[in-house]
């Protein structure tokens, strides 16, 4: 995209009222515009980085064997009786009222309308196990929004739900999320580590919640330096086999909020494995049991012809927070540094000097060379404006190009995450972005 | 997807308050499922068709230099009463109230909103001309909702708004457009006819409607030939160029529903030239100068120094009511005949003979060649079962696998929209279904 014709905008200012590191650069670097308290319209880079983060997650979600869906934002009020929880959700839960006076809300969760959809088809054991995601726009209303878009009021979350015979496959329905979510955040260069946590209003009884380490972090966490090591990427996992291994390294070693924190645990940790840190929750996994199937009804025939209500367990990562998430992990005081899974576009190409034939030539040509994966800064700007601006923005990689290079032939590469530098041919400027 | 493990399910029955074709062959095929009047989720059939009818609007937009954003749901009253439109709209606006008792509303459309982003940064004639659209959930609380998602309550909309510095600009933008919906509905198989509109709440002097034509239409249209004839796709468009060849091209024909129409131009048309038929709209462009942009205080700094206040026009596509417009054009009595670019999957691997080693093998083979672009019905169900599913759920090809096939290497191809059968060997049926 040229930047002389996109609606990349930036702001020189601090926002006043942003107090951390991510939504302050979010709101620097254009990502996202606030138009209400707590609601956000993603801008152009925004938007791009929201979607990358977006199918990470559900191709995960579909390596693991989960089907997509979407269901609605707003839903019937009904639903949420039949479940008991329309009048114990508290002030969060946005209501409303249809023309026909009919009584409504902007869904915060979905495992009442997940429950009623499968209820309607599925007639046999045969029609089990299914896990069923969508990700789509939530409303909760939180009394004090903060923080941009890691605590919003409207947010993306993708949300699975999970549909079994009996204990045993809600478990391994369980672990194929577990280890789905592992791989996800590590394909977005975050190191999560799941810990047991409360089950708060989704009810049931085995719960954890994934944490990346961040300054900011809101809660205290501890955790044995193992899980920091662990290379999740290293194999492919088989979702039809025995994935307990995967999920037993995870919980055999120590990880805990403070809510859950165990000192005489904790202290049985060798000193030098032990990291204490802060944490920001980024997925969130419960087993729930039959706490909606059976308040709702749902029964299926079993193989021996009697009836069986399945055991459902719900999954939930917030898309948009992730975007935060990830720029608190990763940015230093000259601004974001996205990891390259998830960059809105590969490479900056600054243009030191518009108009020098040879240096216009070869911008030109580099930038041809990745085809809607860069930027290419031919603003009537200064050289510090273009390099403060692609720093801001956190490209993986910057081009700088202008007449001595240029006439040589020679691409200045400079690597945002490391600061390095290098001086390259075209080609292999090409080849070494493209081989990153 | 295997369809023993998938979440497809068919409904046997057909429901009865389903008026149309497309609503009753979505319930019936497991598309969508209604949760509320008027409002749906999409199942996994129904939501794959979605997403491409989705990414081939976004591609053509993005062609046509438009930028992609993403406005929230829920927008504070305030920007509406900025413009005057608060009061103005009726009941088809879904007010709220948010805890603390502010006035918001579920967007229906967003120009508003989308000037006062483009205020926030826009501050020379550099910074335009520009085109932002989103494709976001919209709600319009119709009184009687039906059609099934033709018309419903909450529906997803394409919306692009464009900033000139004066009338020829915008004139320009409105081409860009114009050109880009014909690109984007002849993708999916449509022959769309823009016709001359009125401008309605939007406000504006200057509109088109798009239109396909189908039985089931709820406007008369009347057009010349010539407009059927046109080969939208044959040559890619320079969007920086002069677009007005091709728009005066359809402009300069005859084109009009009910409304507009004008008997006198109608009768020069040659007889054997005219076509009067039934119409459904799924696009409509406006252009409405400075409606907006002057109500909300947008201007920015001109060439010489004084201020401009910028022309706008606006550009909306129904993308999930084009899922039924495109079944209500492309149907027969057995189901649905999916045009091959918005298919949900390209092929269904029809096995007769479960448990037949030549036959299982036969089938896994041609299965794993379309890697998630097809569906093996490998359910112990019927052949008749089978044949009906297919032809329903519309998949472009069928492949029908049994032992007197496997045993001889064959397969038998079906087209579904032509119902020809060919017996291919499997390289062979592969080869032709890639190359359709």
Redesign the interface.
């Known amino acids: ?1 040229r930047l ?4 990349l ?1 930036t702001l020189k200012e601090t926002p006043a009222d942003a107090q951390i590191a991510s939504h302050r650069l979010m709101l620097r670097a ?1 990502m996202v ?1 606030q ?2 308290a707590g ?6 880079l925004g ?1 791009r980085v ?1 979607q990358k983060v977006e199918q990470i997650v559900r191709e995960e979600q579909d390596r693991a ?1 989960a ?10 009020a009904d ?1 949420w009786r039949q479940s008991g929880r329309y009048d114990a959700y508290g ?2 839960m ?3 009222k ?2 026909h006076d ?1 009584d ?1 809300l ?1 869904g915060p969760t979905n495992e009442e ?1 997940v429950t ?2 499968f209820r ?2 599925a007639r046999s054991y ?1 029609d089990l196990p ?1 896990n ?1 995601y969508h990700i789509q ?1 939530k ?1 909760r ?1 939180e ?1 004090r929004p903060r923080f941009g878009v890691m605590r919003s ?2 947010f993306l979350m993708k949300d699975a739900y999970s549909f079994d015979l009996d204990y045993a496959g809600a478990q391994k329905s369980y672990r194929q999320m577990f280890v789905a979510y592992l791989r996800t955040f590590a394909r977005m260069g975050l190191k999560a580590i799941p810990m047991q946590a409360d089950t708060g209003p989704i009810g049931g009884n085995l719960s954890h919640e994934f944490l990346i380490l961040a300054e900011t972090g809101e809660s205290q966490v501890y955790l044995h330096r193992d899980l920091l090591d662990f290379d999740v990427l290293g194999q492919a996992p088989d979702y039809e086999g025995d994935l307990s291994p995967i999920v037993d390294f995870w919980t055999s070693r120590y990880a805990a909020t403070d809510e859950k924190h165990d000192e005489a645990a904790w202290n049985a940790i060798p000193a030098e494995r032990q990291v204490s840190a802060r944490g920001i929750e980024i997925g969130h996994i419960f087993y729930f049991g039959t706490k909606y199937s059976a308040a709702m009804g749902l029964q299926v025939q079993g193989a021996d012809g009697k009836p069986v209500t399945p055991e459902m367990g719900s999954y939930g990562i917030g898309v948009s927070r992730l975007v935060g998430a990830i720029i608190e992990a990763s940015h230093d005081e000259a601004g974001i540094i996205w990891p390259d899974a998830v960059a809105p576009f590969r490479l900056a190409v600054l243009n030191l000097k518009q108009g020098d034939a040879a240096t216009d030539a070869l911008c030109d040509r580099l930038y041809a060379a990745f085809d809607g994966d860069a930027v290419y800064d031919d603003r009537p700007e200064r050289a510090g404006v273009k390099f403060a601006d692609a720093d801001l923005m956190g490209y993986p990689w910057q081009a700088i190009i202008g007449p001595r290079g240029a006439a040589a032939g020679k691409v200045e590469l400079k690597r945002r995450a490391t600061g390095e530098r290098l001086e390259l041919s075209l080609e292999d400027a090409i080849a070494r972005i493209k081989g990153a």
């Open positions: 995209m002389s014709r996109a609606f905008p254009g515009r138009t209400s609601i956000y319209a993603w801008l152009p938007w929201l064997g089907q997509e869906i979407l269901m609605p934002t707003i839903q019937t639903l002030p969060e946005l209501r409303l249809d023309r009919r409504m902007y309308m009623e959809i309607t088809y045969r299914r069923l726009w409303f209303d009394v009021r409207e």
